[in-house]
């Protein structure tokens, strides 16, 4: 059963506007969330994260927003940009392994 | 220049055939983690070793292999036992860099297997 999910595959923005990616978890244990942004071919790259003990984290164009009651979090990206096309993965971590559970991603495409 | 490290970018191996993955990383951290990507598919997590000399199997194992004899090295060797081996392998390093907490985990470039 998917502890973590991401359950748009795709979301199509236009330039300038905001992009919002949702993401879902169902272990209530989970203390630390990331999102990834990737490239086709290539390895993931942090773009943010933020603590359980946290509900808003932000660095310049993107937030991160943590509701814990719901289990949801999402990143806003604002203005999007067209190199912000990508595949963006949430994580979650809990515990002292420190092992990340991962979404499947959303792709994102933010068109001229 | 800090980072981690992978070779080779593509690599094609007959089937049969066990070959091994380089992950080298220069952020002196102490966790290291395999990952195997596939289309459509999330990151699934194939080894990690939390220090030198030490490892933990992940969700899908089978088939694979790691030693972790220096702290800047985990290579992973995919053996012919490993059933559908063509994918993407991710390496990543886990621990602080910048503001952020330890838990991070910073990746590769990645290693695209092919069987032929």
């Known amino acids: 059963d998917q502890q973590v999910k991401q359950n748009s595959p795709s979301l199509s923005v236009q330039e300038g506007r905001i992009s919002i990616l949702n993401c879902d978890y169902t272990n209530s244990m989970f203390d630390y969330f990331l999102w990834y942004k990737k490239y086709p071919a290539e390895g993931p790259t942090f773009l943010i994260s933020?603590?359980?003990?946290?509900d808003k984290n932000e660095d310049g164009r993107f937030t991160v927003f943590l509701n814990k009651s719901a289990k949801h979090l999402s990143l806003h990206i604002v203005p999007s940009q067209p190199g912000d096309s990508a595949v963006y993965f949430c994580?979650?971590?809990?515990?002292?392994?420190?092992?990340?559970?991962f979404g499947k991603g959303t792709k994102l495409s933010v068109k001229p | 220049d800090g980072g981690i490290t992978q070779s080779p970018k593509y690599l094609f191996r007959k089937e049969g055939q066990n070959v091994t993955l380089s992950c080298e990383q220069n952020?002196?951290?102490?966790?290291m983690y395999w990952y195997r990507q596939d289309p459509g598919q999330g990151l699934r997590l194939i080894y990690y070793?939390?220090?030198?000399?030490?490892?933990q199997k992940g969700d899908i194992a089978e088939g694979y292999s790691v030693s972790r004899e220096k702290k800047e090295s985990f290579p992973l060797t995919v053996t012919s036992a490993q059933k559908n081996p063509t994918a993407f392998y991710l390496c990543?390093?886990?621990?602080?860099?910048?503001?952020?907490?330890?838990?991070?985990?910073?990746f590769g470039p990645g290693t695209r297997l092919t069987v032929l």
């Open positions: 070793s939390q220090i030198v000399n030490d490892f």
């Open positions: 933020i603590s359980s003990i946290k």
């Open positions: 990543a390093s886990r621990g602080r860099v910048g503001g952020y907490p330890s838990d991070t985990q910073y």
């Open positions: 994580a979650a971590s809990g515990g002292s392994q420190g092992n990340l559970i």
């Open positions: 952020l002196n951290h102490d966790a």
